[in-house]
């Protein structure tokens, strides 16, 4: 978080010292959205999501008692699951924009997201467990080598840390992952994985799981409402 909190402080110092001729500087992080202000610099982000993976951990743990290593996976999504990417927010609302895919692919590119506290520690569960991990993303297939590098970056590995990285691609833009959740037991098997079950889905968005969810339980991190559709408030496993 003192990263963030110095890269806010940083980023204001520089935007009140260009409108200083002009207006009086505030240059407090006040300045940012209430959502974007919480998960930059409230310690309740990060308690929340390691609360939440804590939660999913103990999940997974009862699950892989009762099955054979290599028969089952969890499928988390990417951003404000895994890659914290509030840092991208505050530049946009530091010149008084939004989202577009135009600075969101820079931003990819930048490779620089650090770790939602919590995920690496849940995905190294998983796989100790004997478990899949998959990710399943709505960035581009433009955007994956990026992607991988970023995850690389923060010492998230393929293969060692997750088996599937499934992002989508441009011009469709297919932003429902319907079937690309239905595709990863499938991608497991031609990789020597038969019969793998997904048994846990983590989120941020209410669409980060599949619907109907099935025996599958669905673990959400509270991203503030930064973007999307939010869909929890406190930690517990949500359901559809
Ligand atoms: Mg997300």
């Known amino acids: 978080m003192k990263r963030f909190t110095r890269a806010v402080a940083g980023l204001f110092t520089a935007v009140a010292l260009a409108a200083c001729q002009t207006a009086p500087a505030t240059g407090t992080t006040t300045d940012l959205s209430p959502a974007v202000d919480w998960v930059a610099n409230s310690p309740e982000w990060a308690a929340e999501a390691e609360a939440m ?8 743990e009862t699950i892989s008692a009762s099955r054979a290593e290599h028969s089952w996976a969890v499928i988390l999504d990417v951003d404000e699951t895994v890659l914290n990417n509030v840092q991208y927010q505050i530049q946009r609302e530091a010149i008084g924009e939004t989202y577009s895919s135009e600075s969101w692919h820079a931003w990819t590119a930048e490779k ?3 770790l939602v506290p919590g995920a690496k520690a849940f995905i190294e569960k998983v796989n100790a467990l004997g478990g899949h991990v998959a990710l399943v993303t709505n960035r581009l297939d433009t955007e994956q080598l990026w992607t991988e590098e970023n995850l690389a970056d923060v010492g998230l590995e393929r293969s060692e840390d997750f088996r599937v990285l499934l992002t989508r691609a441009s011009p469709v833009k297919e932003s429902d992952k319907s079937a690309r959740f239905a ?4 991608m497991l098997a031609v990789q020597g994985y038969p019969d793998v ?3 846990a889905y983590v989120g941020d968005n209410r669409h980060d799981q599949p619907s109907p969810i099935g025996s599958a339980k669905f673990f959400c991190i509270n991203q503030g409402g930064m973007y ?7 930690p517990q496993p949500v359901s559809n």
Do not use: H, M, N, R
């Open 53 to 60: 993976y804590a939660l999913a951990g103990d999940y997974i």
């Open 112 to 114: 620089s997201a650090p």
């Open 183 to 186: 595709l990863v037991p499938a």
């Open 197 to 199: 079950e997904v048994v």
């Open 228 to 234: 999307g559709t939010p869909c929890a408030t406190k």
